[in-house]
C-alpha cells in the first residue's frame, strides 16, 4: 500500500492537468476550425477559413505576428548577451558584494508585471516623465521623445522595459551554470597560457550550451506569447500589437473561432521551434 502513494499522487496530477490543460488545448484545435462566435448560437464546420483570414493582408493578423516576431527575437538577444555578460563579470569580476549586486539586478524579476508598466508608464510619459525631464535637465531636451505613442519607437520602448525586467532571471540561470564549470578547466588554460577571451571562448561557452539551450527555449516562449507588458504600457496601440493581444481584443469582440485559430497557430508553432532550438543546440555542445 505504501508503494501505491507515488501512484496516487501522480494520477491525481495526471487527472487535474487533463481536465485542465489537455482537455482544453484539444477542445480548442477543434474548435479554430469552426465558426465560433459570440453572434450566433449554431456552430459550423468552416475548416482553414479562419487561417485564411489571418493571413489576408488586408487584416491586421500580419503586423501583429510581425510585432511578435521583433519583440521575440530582440527581447532574447539581448536577455542572453546581457545576462551572459552580467553572469560573467559576476563570477569571476566582481567578487566583493557580489550576492548583493546579484539580488539587486534579480529584482525586477519578481516585481508584478502591472507594477513595472504602470512605474514605467510614469517614467517614460512624454511631458511629466522622469526621463525626459532628466533629459531637459542636462541640456538634452532634443532626445526627448514620445516613448509610448510614438508608433516607430514605442515598441522599442516595450522591448527595453521587458529587457529590463527579465534580465535577472535569466541571469540567475546562467550565473547556475558558470559556477557547475570546474575550475580545473582554467587553471588548465591559464597554464598553457590562453587568454580571458580564449577560455571563454573554448570552456564557457561551449559547457554553457545545454544552460543556453534552456534559457533560449524560456525567452522564445515568453516573447511568442506575450501579453502582459504590452497591454500594461500601450495597450497594444501604436504599432505594439502582439498576437496574444489580438487574441484578446477578438475574444472581448466574440470572434471566438478566429482568436482560437491563431492561438493555436502559435502554439504549434511554439512548440516546433523549441524542438529545433534544443536540436540544434544539442548538435553545437556535441562538436
Do not use: C
Not at 538634452?140 to 519607437?153: E, I, Y
Amino acid at each position: 500500500m505504501k508503494n501505491a502513494y507515488p501512484t496516487w499522487f501522480a494520477g491525481f496530477a495526471l487527472l487535474l492537468t487533463g481536465v485542465f490543460v489537455l482537455l482544453p488545448s484539444v477542445l480548442g484545435f477543434g474548435f479554430a476550425f469552426t465558426d465560433w462566435s459570440a453572434y450566433s448560437k449554431s456552430l459550423h464546420w468552416v475548416g482553414l477559413d479562419n487561417f485564411a483570414t489571418i493571413f489576408d493582408p488586408s487584416n491586421d493578423y500580419i503586423g501583429a505576428i510581425e510585432h511578435t516576431a521583433l519583440f521575440t527575437v530582440a527581447t532574447t538577444v539581448l536577455k542572453t548577451v546581457i545576462a551572459l555578460a552580467l553572469a560573467i563579470l559576476l563570477t569571476s569580476g566582481i567578487r566583493r558584494l557580489a550576492y548583493l549586486h546579484r539580488g539587486l539586478i534579480y529584482l525586477p524579476a519578481v516585481l508584478p508585471v502591472l507594477v513595472v508598466g504602470i512605474v514605467f508608464r510614469s517614467i517614460l510619459d512624454p511631458s511629466t516623465g522622469l526621463l525626459n525631464t532628466s533629459l531637459e535637465l542636462v541640456g538634452l531636451g532634443g532626445l526627448a521623445q514620445h516613448w509610448l505613442t510614438d508608433v516607430g519607437l514605442t515598441i522599442w520602448a516595450v522591448i527595453g522595459v521587458d529587457t529590463w525586467r527579465g534580465v535577472g532571471y535569466i541571469m540567475v540561470i546562467l550565473i547556475a551554470g558558470v559556477l557547475a564549470i570546474p575550475r580545473e578547466y582554467y587553471e588548465a588554460a591559464s597554464i598553457d597560457g590562453a587568454s580571458g577571451r580564449q577560455a571563454f571562448i573554448h570552456i564557457t561557452l561551449p559547457l554553457l550550451m545545454p544552460v543556453l539551450a534552456v534559457t533560449t527555449v524560456l525567452n522564445l516562449l515568453y516573447g511568442l506569447r506575450v501579453f502582459d507588458m504590452v497591454f500594461v504600457l500601450t495597450n497594444g496601440q501604436y504599432g505594439t500589437s502582439t498576437v496574444y493581444t489580438i487574441v484578446f481584443d477578438n475574444f472581448s469582440r466574440g470572434l471566438y473561432g478566429v482568436a482560437t485559430a491563431l492561438s493555436t497557430l502559435f502554439f504549434v508553432v511554439m512548440l516546433v521551434l523549441s524542438y529545433f532550438v534544443i536540436r540544434v543546440m544539442s548538435r553545437s555542445e556535441a562538436a
